[in-house]
Nanobody, 124 residues
Framework: QVQLVESGGGLVQAGGSLRLSCVASGRTFRNYVMGWFRQAPGKEREFVAAISWSGDSTYYADSVKGRFTISRENAKNTVYLQMNSLKPEDTAVYYC?????????????????WGPGTQVTVSS
């Protein structure tokens, strides 16, 4: 398993931006597909974005497409989530997740390693 730690969450006004970071340790980072998920109060955890080993392929939930960008720096064992044009409905705990292997999947059960999460709050 790889260990993950997120950072970069906080409070921002609607329309603002935040960049989340997730640093991985313990295994060869480039062997993992990386993803971001989020869980709002009273709701189930949902997929936000995922990125392939090389970073050439990215996938997004419809709700964030065009506003969020996932990227990775394998040399730094880090994956990022740039969030622009934030909305109050983006308020959630954001989790970084890792999946060993080349297939990019987007469901929670396909990811074996998770970070503790970072809170993002968007005020209206």
């Amino acid at each position: 398993q790889v260990q993950l730690v997120e950072s970069g969450g906080g409070l921002v006004q609607a329309g603002g931006s935040l960049r989340l970071s997730c640093v991985a340790s313990g295994r060869t980072f480039r062997n993992y597909v990386m993803g971001w998920f989020r869980q709002a109060p009273g709701k189930e955890r949902e997929f936000v974005a995922a990125i392939s080993w090389s970073g050439d392929s990215t996938y997004y939930a419809d709700s964030v497409k065009g506003r969020f960008t996932i990227s990775r720096e394998n040399a730094k064992n880090t994956v990022y989530l740039q969030m622009n044009s934030l909305k109050p409905e983006d308020t959630a705990v954001y989790y970084c997740a890792a999946r060993f292997g080349p297939r990019v999947l987007t469901t929670e059960v396909d990811f074996g390693s998770w970070g503790p999460g970072t809170q993002v709050t968007v005020s209206s």
